[in-house]
C-alpha cells in the first residue's frame, strides 16, 4: 500500500493529485502544523530526517521531495508515459524537464521569502526596533523579492498564451508540480495574467484535482 505522509496546507497536496490522476490506491496519513510557528510537527521527523512533507511509502520504499516523487510514481506506475513526453529530448521533453525543476528551484524560494518577509514585519519585537525591521523587509520586498516574482510570472503568461499546459499540449506531471505556486499566489496576481488564470481553471475543473482535495482536507493558499 502507498501511503502519502501529508502536511496541512503544504505541497504534498500535489502528490495526492499525482496519485489520482494515476488511479492508484493509497493511505493519507495527515499532521498539523502547529498553530504558532506554522511548522510541521515532530512526529514528520520520525518518517524522514529532515521532517518535512511530502513523504511517500510504497512497500519499502521511501521517496521525500515532490519533484522524486514524481519522477517515481511515473517511473514505477505510469508505464504507458500518460503523463510525460515520451521523447525527453523533444521540445515537449525539454519543456518537461525545466518547469519540473525550475519550480522548486527558481520560483518557489522567492514565494518562500515573501512569506518570510511578511512575517518579519508582524513579528512582535521591541518597539524602537519595529520600524526598523518593517523597513528593511519592505526594501527588500520591493527592490528584489517582487521584481523576480513579476519576471517569473511574465515569463510563465508567455508559455501559457501558445500552449494550454506546461509540456506543450499534453498535461503532464509538470502541470501538477506548478500548481501550489501559482495556486499560492494566484490571489495577489489576479487579474494581470489571463493565461495563468486560464491555466489554474483547467486544472480545477479535473476529476482527480478536485478528488485529490477532498482526500487531503481543508487547504488554504498563502500568498
Not at 504558532?36 to 512526529?43: C, N
Not at 518577509?117 to 526596533?129: G, N, R, T
Not at 506543450?168 to 500548481?179: I, L, N, P, R, T
Request: hydrophobic share 40%; glycine share 4%.
Amino acid at each position: 500500500m502507498i501511503v502519502v505522509h501529508h502536511l496541512e496546507n503544504s505541497r504534498s497536496l500535489r502528490i495526492l493529485w499525482m496519485l489520482e490522476e494515476l488511479g492508484l490506491d493509497y493511505e493519507v496519513k495527515h499532521y498539523a502544523r502547529n498553530k504558532k510557528t506554522q511548522l510541521a510537527p515532530p512526529e514528520l521527523l520520525e518518517v524522514h530526517p529532515l521532517g518535512k512533507s511530502p513523504v511517500l511509502e510504497d512497500n519499502g520504499v521511501v521517496v521525500a521531495e515532490t519533484g522524486a516523487i514524481l519522477e517515481y510514481l511515473l517511473a514505477q506506475y505510469d508505464k504507458e508515459g500518460a503523463f510525460k513526453p515520451a521523447d525527453p529530448l523533444s521540445k515537449e521533453g525539454m519543456s518537461y524537464s525545466y518547469w519540473l525543476h525550475s519550480c522548486e528551484g527558481s520560483l518557489m524560494p522567492f514565494l518562500v521569502m515573501t512569506k518570510v518577509f511578511q512575517s518579519i514585519k508582524q513579528a512582535p519585537m521591541p518597539f524602537f526596533i519595529k520600524p526598523v525591521a518593517k523597513a528593511i523587509a519592505s526594501k527588500v520586498e520591493k527592490s528584489y523579492i517582487a521584481p523576480s516574482l513579476k519576471r517569473h510570472f511574465e515569463y510563465i503568461e508567455s508559455i501559457l498564451c501558445h500552449q494550454d499546459w506546461f509540456a506543450g499540449e499534453q498535461f503532464s506531471a509538470a502541470d501538477v508540480q506548478m500548481s501550489f505556486p501559482l495556486e499560492a499566489a494566484s490571489k495577489s496576481m489576479a487579474g494581470q495574467y489571463p493565461y495563468i488564470e486560464s491555466w489554474l481553471e483547467r486544472i480545477h475543473t479535473r476529476p482527480a484535482w478536485q478528488a485529490a482535495h477532498k482526500k487531503g482536507g481543508p487547504y488554504e493558499f498563502v500568498k
